[in-house]
């Protein structure tokens, strides 16, 4: 991570985003106290909105390199900013399972080696109906390679007048190395946004439910 790389992010962060976001929303969070002063985690929230990535950045001040599908990169301006403030390309179709998910790490144990935050929707996408999905395996492989903390977010929305109501609950902190197995870990953190999003679960993968909602139409 270069100094003029980090720079640009909290100067982005300072403005215009920050301003404009606080304008626009209110904030409401709880558990507040549980985040960590320092990076060096991984956040792992649930997804419903695609300017998620957006509101958490502006409340957590440490800087987050979030996981964002590939095709985000190829966009002509979208991709030079994504590049710009460090966000990490992931290969979410084709290529080889295994190596798309050691790259994931690589990249994650950079990161956070840096003192940054690690972000993941483990859903993959967004919900499609406010239902929370069926998380993949990344941000617990991830948390197994690299023995870092993960700390589970829900964030909800509502209005208040004209104001966008932002909820942020922090959860409990997790311990990856506590658990003896993925699936275990992996139902850990599921179990956690879901107390801290109140939202349904859902057991089928949220992409494949969005394509069967397309192709019923």
Same mark, same amino acid.
């Given at each position: 991570?270069? =100094?003029?790389?980090?720079?640009?992010?909290?100067?982005?962060? !300072?403005?215009?985003? #920050?301003?404009?976001?606080?304008?626009?929303?209110?904030?409401?969070?709880?558990?507040?106290?549980?985040?960590?002063?320092? @990076?060096?985690?991984?956040?792992?929230?649930?997804?419903?909105?695609?300017?998620?990535? &957006?509101?958490?950045?502006?409340? &957590?001040?440490?800087?987050? +390199?979030? @996981? +964002?599908?590939? =095709?985000?990169? $190829?966009?002509?301006?979208?991709?030079?900013?994504?590049? !710009?403030?460090?966000?990490?390309?992931? $290969?979410?179709?084709?290529?080889?399972?295994?190596?798309?998910?050691?790259?994931?790490?690589?990249?994650?144990?950079?990161?956070?080696?840096?003192?940054?935050?690690? @972000?993941?929707?483990?859903?993959?996408? !967004? %919900?499609?109906?406010?239902?929370?999905?069926?998380?993949?395996?990344?941000?617990?492989?991830?948390?197994? =390679?690299?023995?870092?903390?993960?700390?589970?977010?829900?964030?909800?929305?509502? !209005?208040?007048?004209?104001?966008?109501?932002?909820?942020?609950?922090? #959860?409990?902190?997790?311990?990856?190395?506590?658990?003896? %197995?993925?699936?275990?870990?992996?139902?850990?953190?599921?179990?956690?946004?879901?107390?801290?999003?109140?939202?349904?679960?859902?057991?089928?993968?949220?992409?494949?439910?969005?394509? $069967?909602?397309?192709?019923?139409?």
């Amino acid at each position: 991570m270069t =100094e003029d790389k980090e720079s640009f992010y909290m100067s982005v962060r !300072r403005f215009p985003v #920050g301003p404009i976001v606080r304008l626009l929303c209110k904030f409401e969070v709880v558990g507040e106290e549980r985040l960590p002063r320092d @990076g060096g985690y991984i956040l792992a929230s649930n997804h419903l909105r695609w300017y998620d990535p &957006i509101v958490l950045a502006v409340y &957590i001040w440490t800087q987050i +390199a979030f @996981g +964002a599908k590939i =095709e985000l990169f $190829q966009k002509p301006v979208i991709g030079r900013i994504m590049k !710009r403030i460090e966000q990490i390309p992931l $290969q979410r179709q084709g290529g080889n399972r295994d190596e798309v998910l050691a790259e994931l790490v690589k990249e994650a144990r950079d990161t956070m080696d840096h003192g940054r935050v690690f @972000g993941l929707f483990p859903e993959g996408t !967004r %919900s499609p109906d406010g239902r929370l999905y069926k998380f993949h395996p990344g941000v617990t492989k991830v948390a197994f =390679e690299t023995k870092r903390l993960i700390l589970p977010v829900g964030v909800t929305y509502s !209005r208040a007048g004209l104001k966008l109501v932002v909820r942020i609950v922090v #959860g409990q902190p997790i311990h990856s190395a506590e658990y003896d %197995s993925t699936r275990e870990l992996t139902k850990a953190i599921r179990e956690q946004i879901r107390e801290c999003t109140g939202q349904a679960l859902a057991e089928i993968d949220a992409k494949k439910y969005r394509e $069967q909602l397309r192709a019923a139409k």
